[in-house]
């Protein structure tokens, strides 16, 4: 056991072979399987060789005295919705992105408002040199906020550096760019990005330190070295833009201390990232709601109901089999409400191309969408827009049934604050100050929608 044994590890999802493969029969992927020399130090892990060395460590109950644990606010209000209500003190994140989406930019804006708000904040980056962040933060005109600012790679400086300073929370620019000098393996490979995650999220737990870790994306649009860092920190966001749009999504995928898919929303502008605090308008701002095959959809996102445009277009097919693509959704739901109009509704989409999109770079995983995107598909196909100001929700099944979703009173809500005067929806939704189409099935609304036109 003399020297480090060499094995091959897949750099999308970790998984480990003793011989170099073309795909990773784990996760499907090509050419992402490297060599990388083992874990294990020359000479072996200096492990105690037994159990009995081991500290005994106290069980407690579960009920205890729960200390609710003070958050540390950034200042930032989407920013701290995203996370679930600012920063808890010795957790670990990890943020996403494409390179240039603006996750330095924001980060940098995180720090100051941290450090603004008095909690002692380092920012370590990999990345760029120090003269650089400078410059960055003088534009943004965050150049007085006390921020611990230092440019290097090496885990041994940086953790030494940590224990020194001792910050209260510490963000690091990027996980890909460390490298820790007891392993052979090269920065940005698995078996680096993993340990030195693992080194720091102990340092947080052990020191209450917020980490922050930025995570670069790769081509195929999944976090480098992803679920291996994914497991070792409590929440993971992704920061996202839609090319050509100056918003960005701040979006948690997962999240120990808050809720999942909860948004926080962005514009880049010159002078940084501003926050979007009505993400309704911004994802209305252009639409053309007197069109056919429009629909606006009132969704929930995390813990906020949000408004977007769904959008159809439905046309005459030269193709044997027609084509069906979708944006923004998700395509086998779309396959399905097609065969729902057409066995509940008598609706032929069979020569009939189908596109959908979700309008403004929206992505939408919740079932209430499916009203919307009948809606737009219905509209499109007799080529009769939708009555104007209209919003719509609701699940439909296989049945044709259009089934109540959840918060309906929060999404009529946020149709009424954003001018809108009538609704279709699920039955059980009431409005004083809308007007309410309440539909048992999809049929139903099929009727209805043909005679508005
Ligand atoms: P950056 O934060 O460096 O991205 P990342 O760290 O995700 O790679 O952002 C880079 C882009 O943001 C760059 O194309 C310039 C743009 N930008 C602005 O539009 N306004 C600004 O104020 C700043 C600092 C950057
Ligand atoms: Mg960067």
Known sequence: MARPSETYVCQSCGAVYSKWMGRCEACGQWNTIELEQDNAPPGGLKTSGNAKGGKAITLDSLEGEAKAEARYATGNGEFDRAVGGGLVPGSALLVGG??????????????????????RTAYISGEEATAQIRMRAKRLGLQKAP??????????????????????????????????????????????????????????????????LVGHVTKEGQLAGPRVVEHLVDAVLYFESEAGRSF?????????????????????????????????????????????????????????PVLCEVQAL?????????????????????????????????????RHDVFLNVAGGMKISEPAADMAAASALVSSLFDAPLPPKTVTFGEVG?????????????????????????????????????EVMNFDNLAEAVVWLKKAA
Not at 98 to 119: C, E, H
Not at 414 to 425: V, Y
């Open 147 to 212: 921020v611990g600012l230092a440019a290097g790679t090496s885990l041994r400086d940086i953790i030494t550096t940590l224990k020194k300073e001792k910050p209260q929370a510490v963000i690091i620019d990027s996980i890909q760019t460390l490298w820790s000098d007891t392993l052979p393996a090269a920065p940005g490979t698995v078996t680096q990005v993993r340990t030195c995650a693992q080194e720091l999220v102990r340092f947080a737990k052990n020191t209450n330190c917020t980490l922050i």
């Open 98 to 119: 494409d390179p240039g989406v603006g996750k330095s930019t924001l980060l940098l804006q995180i720090a100051a408002g941290l450090a603004r708000g008095g909690t």
């Open 398 to 434: 296989l049945s044709g049934a259009v089934r109540p979703v959840p918060q309906m009173e929060a999404r009529a809500a946020e149709a009424q604050k954003l001018g809108f005067k009538s609704l279709l929806t699920p039955r059980g939704v009431e409005s004083r100050k809308l």
């Open 248 to 304: 960005r999504i701040l979006r948690a995928v997962k999240n120990r201390f808050g809720a999942a898919h909860e948004i926080g929303v962005f514009d880049m502008t010159g002078a940084g990232l501003r926050e979007v605090t009505n993400p309704s308008e911004l994802f209305l701002s252009e639409t053309d709601q007197d069109v056919s095959g429009s629909a606006v959809f009132a969704g929930i996102e995390g813990t906020r």
């Open 314 to 350: 439905v046309s005459p097919s030269t193709l044997g089999a027609p084509r069906r693509a979708v944006v923004g959704w998700d395509s086998a739901r779309l396959s399905q409400l097609l065969a729902v109009l057409d066995a509940r509704c008598g609706l032929d989409f069979g």
